[in-house]
């Protein structure tokens, strides 16, 4: 699904482009996962080990654009990605097509500024639009910001799934369970 471009304010006053990812920015989608691994514990990936080239990450964004019941919506910042929000069907069968996942990621610059909450909220809208019934999201135990935005948007803690990520220095990360029924 396209994602209307829309200019926003951060909470600091920045003017930030929120759009979905197109081919073209397969280099830019490279660099915010590194520079994401490499400053938070928090990113799925480790710095240097995302696999991702030019042309596996325009494959990535082209399987969203693609997609009906599917988007990858960045926030751009003079051009730059600061923040990325996926959301995408936890499956096609039938009794589970009701049910989607949010996730969403922003670079340490950006943090604090209320662009995660404003991603995930412009998600939820989004999954309400495209007629899911139900958002689930995870976060470790140990980001509490996340956890906090999560609940204050109404989402409910549902359970915990223990060593979710193992860490290279062989540390665990357990992570949080969050619904949201729209």
């Known amino acids: 699904m396209k994602y209307r471009p829309e200019e926003i304010k951060d909470r600091n006053?920045?003017?930030?482009?929120?759009?979905?990812l197109m081919q073209e920015d397969a280099d830019e989608l490279n660099s915010?996962?590194?520079?994401?691994?490499?400053?938070?514990?928090?990113?799925?990936?480790?710095?240097?080990?995302?696999?991702?080239?030019?042309?596996?990450?325009?494959?990535?964004?082209?399987?969203?654009e693609k997609g009906e019941r599917k988007m990858l919506l960045g926030a751009f910042r003079d051009g730059k990605l600061i923040g990325l929000t996926e959301l995408?069907?936890?499956?096609?069968?039938?009794?589970?097509?009701?049910?989607?996942?949010?996730?969403?990621?922003?670079?340490?610059e950006?943090?604090?500024?209320?662009?995660?909450?404003?991603?995930?909220?412009?998600?939820?809208d989004v999954a309400r639009e495209l007629g899911y019934e139900q958002v689930e999201c995870t976060t470790a135990t140990s980001?509490?910001?996340?956890?906090?935005?999560?609940?204050?948007m109404g989402y409910e803690e549902y359970g915990m799934i223990p060593h979710k990520m193992k860490n290279e220095d062989g540390s665990y990360v357990d992570e949080?369970?969050?619904?949201?029924w729209l």
């Open 110 to 124: 950006a943090q604090g500024s209320g662009l995660g909450k404003k991603l995930t909220l412009a998600a939820i």
């Open 176 to 180: 949080l369970k969050f619904v949201k």
């Open 32 to 64: 915010f996962v590194e520079q994401g691994a490499g400053e938070s514990p928090f990113f799925p990936w480790a710095p240097g080990g995302t696999r991702l080239t030019a042309d596996n990450a325009a494959e990535y964004i082209l399987e969203f």
């Open 143 to 152: 980001n509490e910001v996340s956890a906090a935005n999560l609940r204050s």
């Open 88 to 108: 995408s069907g936890m499956s096609e069968w039938v009794k589970m097509r009701h049910r989607c996942a949010v996730a969403a990621g922003i670079l340490k």
């Open 13 to 20: 006053g920045n003017t930030c482009v929120f759009r979905s």
